[in-house]
């Protein structure tokens, strides 16, 4: 980090505001760069102390300067970016926008997209949609919500239709798209999506930047919060657990009458958080923030065993099923599994009866007499009864 930027990072106004001054007076290109490409080292309140640092000097005698800064984009300082450019929009500001966005590198292209939600230019609506299924995660949704605030419903529609695909990653792509569109009708469709997937964690961490978990039914907050747990750590980052607001979601629940749902979401969080924190390789590049309310939520979720009635989801048609089977000792409840139609469940309790050291050459055979898919038959005579 060079010495500008440091005093840009500062608490010291000697320090930064000078440095200030320069970046946006002189378009000091470079120093942005620099800013940009070092902020995953920097604290959210650090970046945005800077981002209102050079908002502040901003004015109709600079403002264009910040054309230069749209080839390095920054989600820390898109808003200030923006905010800026569309206080003094007019007519030629605009052209330079929508021939920034047909030419302009990815980059450039995001912050055109944030531009034109608010510019609402008709003549935009042509590169959004050209942009909206772009690989570029930031690229994506600011098209796809734009496009939602000029009500174009034909992203819409066709994301609707691709939850039906065959292909997860299409169905992934989907949801993702709905999410950015923001209309909490596709909500239904989605949880519909994330109950037969084999991407549903990764589908599940997206569905709150929607919606707020508690506008769902019961059934259905209980099922999303428990894979969302699942993906942390995995396929959602830690620092998530303040968007998904774990720390309340979990204490809502451990202020509830235990039902056989709500005991197995918190039993997986329980085991969760004891993973996070005694495996250093999770917690070693996270904040101080991040790491307390981790250790905050382990501590919240020192309860009495409540397994027994985590049991009850022992049944083939429970959505918390595969979870129960994870931390269950009822060695019955498991080998009633092995006469359900679900062939990969019926692979789990053979899986769970051998670790419980309980798996006989009965239960085998029963289990092959069910099972009709090759390769699930040939995992479960591969395993020796004890």
């Known amino acids: 980090m060079n010495e500008d930027l440091k005093k840009l990072t500062g608490k010291n106004p000697r320090d930064f505001e000078p440095v200030a001054y320069n970046l946006i007076n002189n378009a000091d290109v470079n120093l942005f760069k620099e800013l940009v490409e070092k902020e995953d080292y920097l604290f959210d309140f650090i970046k945005q102390n800077v981002a209102n640092r050079l908002l502040k000097l901003c004015n109709a005698s600079n403002y264009t300067n910040l054309l230069k800064f749209l080839k390095f984009y920054s989600p820390s300082y898109e808003e200030f970016i923006i905010s800026t450019l569309v206080r003094y929009a007019d007519e030629d500001l605009t052209d330079k926008m929508l021939e920034i966005f047909k030419n302009g590198t990815e980059d450039e292209k995001i912050y055109c997209a944030k531009f034109f939600s608010y510019i609402q230019d008709p003549l935009a609506l042509d590169f959004l949609r050209d942009n909206a299924l772009s690989e570029n995660s930031y690229l994506s949704s600011n098209c796809v919500s734009t496009l939602a605030i000029l009500g174009d419903r034909e992203i819409y ?194 899986e769970v009866l051998k670790k419980l050291g309980e798996l006989s050459y009965q239960d085998k055979e029963k289990a092959l007499t069910k099972v009709t898919n090759s390769n699930i038959k040939n995992i479960i005579e591969a395993i020796k009864e004890n």
Request: glycine share 2%.
């Open 157 to 350: 529609q066709n994301a609707i239709k691709k939850l039906n695909s065959e292909d997860e990653f299409e169905k992934l792509q989907a949801v993702k798209l709905l999410v950015s569109y923001g209309d909490k009708q596709a909500v239904e469709y989605i949880i519909d999506t994330i109950k037969t997937s084999s991407t549903a964690e990764y589908m599940a961490v997206e569905l709150p930047y929607l919606i707020d978990l508690e506008e769902l039914e019961e059934n259905d907050k209980l099922f999303i919060l428990n894979l969302i747990t699942d993906a942390l750590g995995e396929t959602a980052a830690l620092s998530q657990i303040f968007d998904f607001r774990l720390y309340e979601q979990y204490e809502k629940l451990l202020k509830k009458d235990k039902t056989s749902k709500n005991s197995t979401v918190l039993i997986n969080a329980k085991n969760k958080f004891e993973t996070l924190t005694e495996n250093d390789e999770y917690l070693f590049d996270e904040t101080r923030d991040v790491k307390e309310e981790i250790f905050n939520i382990k501590k919240l979720l020192n309860f009495p065993d409540i397994q027994s009635i985590a049991d009850e989801e022992l049944k083939e048609n429970s959505l918390f099923v595969y979870t129960v089977l994870e931390y269950t000792k009822n060695v019955q409840k498991v080998r009633n599994l092995l006469e359900c139609n679900n062939q990969t469940i019926i692979l789990k309790a053979i």
